[in-house]
């Protein structure tokens, strides 16, 4: 499996991005995908994941403002990202799982004041 990350850029702060991980594997509808990010100094933490069946979880410090979703018929999973705070700088990864874990590159997002 391989994922391709994309979207990422400079905002400021209360605007929006979309995120979008690509990826290239036959039976895509059946993984589990989730969105990962890393700060400077910070741990990589889990921002939000979505099932095969649709269903979703977020990190606390994102709900109400990030959306998670998915388009099986073009191997892709979003996260749409509004009001967007400075500590939601990070660079962003997508990953999923089957025998091993796969990681996308990772794409940055920079929201600025």
């Known amino acids: 499996v391989q994922l391709q990350a994309s979207g990422g850029g400079l905002v400021q702060a209360g605007g929006s991005l979309r995120l979008s991980c690509a990826a290239s594997?036959?039976?895509?509808?059946?993984?589990?995908v989730a969105w990962y990010r890393q700060s400077p100094g910070k741990q990589r933490e889990l921002v939000a994941a979505?099932?095969?069946?649709?269903?979703?979880n977020y990190a606390d410090s994102v709900k109400g403002r990030f959306t998670i979703s998915r388009d099986n018929a073009v191997n892709t999973v979003y996260l749409h990202m509004n009001s967007l705070k400075l500590e939601d700088t990070a660079i962003y990864y997508c990953?999923?799982?089957?025998?091993?874990?796969?990681w996308g590159q990772g794409t940055l997002v920079t929201v600025s004041s």
């Open positions: 594997t036959r039976g895509f509808s059946l993984y589990s």
């Open positions: 979505i099932r095969s069946s649709g269903d979703t």
């Open positions: 990953y999923t799982k089957d025998w091993a874990d796969h």
